[in-house]
């Protein structure tokens, strides 16, 4: 298999995380963004979003980071990050399906207007922008503080596939000035999260 990531992308940091945790024998092809190698032909017939990650396993093309997740994680003998029991599985995918439309939507807007437009150099935050996706990313935060009580992991006490989902632009919360700091049972999920090393070992932003 060979999988297609560009250093700085949240949602290739997670499915590489993935590919580390599991230590899956994937070739890691990574892309230069700024080189256009995301707007050539032979990337285009990968996939025609033109987007990153894709994974390439013989005639198969698959894109969508959790998808992707999801189907190298079938490849392991690890049933205890993505189990085979269909309640626990339709519990991953609800929450994966949750960070995408829902909590990591908000972060990610933060995180582009604080962070990225200055690193792109592609003008200031909007902050109309920046307000309601703070508004949004609190309603969010609530939830999954309140979910995290007690729990050390999104299903509870194991690390699955919904763990690595929701961290995937967490690495940036800081830096762009995210308030996820007001929420102490997230701010302890995310530290047991780095406390993993294929976790903390796998960042968005290489050295």
């Known amino acids: 298999m060979n999988f297609y990531t560009v250093n700085g992308s949240p949602n290739c940091r997670k499915v590489h995380a993935v590919i580390n945790y599991l230590k899956l024998d994937i ?4 892309l230069n963004i700024f080189a256009g190698e995301l707007a050539t032909p032979e990337f285009n017939a990968l996939n025609p979003n033109g987007m990153v990650p894709v ?3 013989g005639n198969f093309l698959l894109w969508e980071s959790n998808a992707i997740m999801q189907y190298i994680a079938d490849h392991a003998d690890n049933t205890d ?5 269909p309640q626990q599985r339709a519990d991953i995918h609800r929450w994966q399906f949750w960070e995408q ?3 990591n939507r908000a972060a990610g807007t933060i995180v582009f207007e604080n962070m990225l437009k200055c690193v ?7 902050a109309e922008k920046v307000a309601a996706a703070t508004e949004d990313f609190h309603k969010h935060a609530i939830l999954l503080d309140a979910h ?3 729990k050390d992991f999104i299903l509870g006490s194991k690390l699955t596939l ?3 989902s929701v961290a995937g632009f967490s690495e940036f919360f800081d830096t762009a000035k995210v308030p996820f700091r007001k929420y102490p049972n997230l701010v302890a999920w995310l530290e047991r999260l780095d406390a993993i090393p294929a976790w903390a070992d796998t960042p968005s932003l290489a050295a």
């Open 148 to 150: 995290l009580a007690n």
């Open 81 to 85: 990050f993505y189990p085979t029991d």
């Open 162 to 164: 919904a763990d690595f």
């Open 27 to 30: 070739q890691i092809n990574e």
């Open 120 to 126: 792109l150099k592609i003008g200031e935050p909007d």
């Open 55 to 57: 994974l390439e396993d």
């Open 101 to 103: 439309n829902h909590f």
